[in-house]
């Protein structure tokens, strides 16, 4: 990011933390609502402005209590639903009174990534459930904030995303279901001189892994402790970088970044080695493969799930529960060999 004197009275933030979704305990996670505060509390005691920090959270039931403590540092969190988020951004963020000199984006929760006409990270919001799959489109929102219109009101603008972006394994039905209930952002006007850091916990078709035991992101964790003593407006990219050689070190799935400036994308980084980075074209095809190969396998799973709820007879249901089995151990060695790919190994 470019060096430059930033006014804490002049610094927005939006901060989401969500654990807890209307699609039910299976997409429950523990450490996002705490993360969203101990950021919100880096910014606060860096002097930024309470009322300039828009804070949603969804807990858990047991952390219902992030909620009291971020009101008693004078913030006022609301619930991290579609319609709640959305007008804050399209009131407070996109319009175009709307001004500053920083604009950081934290976000905790479950995302995914779609590739129908073109790739897209999506997060998905508190309200989101098998039916509605309300998500923020990410790449739209980025884009929003970089037109004259709207992204001219903050030059400097720091995204952190500590969420997966798990390929949408579903049929293509479901997927373009998922891109209808998105909410997209339009840009507006011509590209401004904004510069944009955009630091994602997983790359694209990875997991970001969140510590249950501890409460938090690992992503969310590392990037806290390396703003630690750091001024409003870091040096982000090498902050990226060493949390990438961190994370290679301890044999984690590495980080990403994107850092734009207008509509220039200047530098986009998976940090893979120069082995990697020669054989990366052959890569991304084995896992678009890989990704076609999943699919059909899932739906090979739906078929043979409905044939033995069909089938009274108990020994050819045995045949196809053996079939079950073996589809399943197909599945987990393909995310094995997606994984590999992603990790870089």
Not at 22 to 39: C, E, R, V
């Amino acid at each position: 990011m470019t060096a430059t004197a930033i006014q804490p009275a002049k610094v927005y933030a939006l901060v989401v933390g969500i654990e807890k979704y209307q699609a039910g305990s299976a997409y429950d996670l523990n450490g996002p609502a705490n993360d969203a505060l101990n950021f919100s509390s880096w910014l606060l005691d860096q002097g930024v402005e309470p009322e300039h920090i828009y804070l949603f959270l969804s807990p858990l039931e047991q952390n219902q209590g992030v909620r009291t403590a971020a009101e008693a540092r004078g913030l006022t969190p609301a619930p991290a639903t579609h319609d709640r988020i959305t007008s804050t951004i399209r009131s407070r963020l996109t319009n175009e009174s709307s001004r500053g000199e920083l604009l950081y984006v934290f976000w905790g929760g479950h995302g995914i990534i779609t590739k129908t006409d073109a790739t897209v990270r999506r997060l998905f919001f508190a309200d989101t459930d098998d039916d509605t799959k309300w998500n923020l489109n990410v790449n739209s929102l980025v884009e929003a904030l970089s037109t004259a219109a709207h992204g001219a009101g903050f030059p400097q603008q720091i995204f952190l995303i500590d969420a997966c972006a798990n390929g949408f394994y579903q049929s293509l039905a479901q997927t373009i279901q998922g891109e209808v209930a998105e909410v997209k952002f339009a840009a507006s006007g011509e590209f401004g001189p904004s510069e944009q850091f955009v630091f994602f916990a997983s790359p694209d078709y990875g997991v970001a892994t969140n510590d249950a035991n501890a409460g938090t992101g690992q992503f969310s964790q590392a990037v806290l402790e390396e703003l630690k003593g750091q001024s409003l407006l870091p040096d982000m990219k090498a902050i990226a970088e060493r949390i990438q050689a961190d994370f290679l070190k301890n044999q984690k799935i590495r980080p990403v970044y994107w850092l734009k400036l207008g509509d220039d994308q200047i530098d986009v980084s998976a940090r893979m080695s120069p082995k990697n980075l020669a054989v990366n074209s052959s890569q991304i095809r084995k896992l678009q493969w890989l990704q076609r190969k999943r699919t059909n396998l899932e739906q090979q799973l739906d078929d043979v799930q409905s044939e033995i709820e069909a089938t009274p007879d108990v020994t050819i249901r045995g045949t196809y529960e053996n079939r079950l089995n073996l589809l399943f151990k197909q599945i987990e060695q393909v995310d094995h060999d997606i994984q590999v790919i992603q990790g870089g190994k």
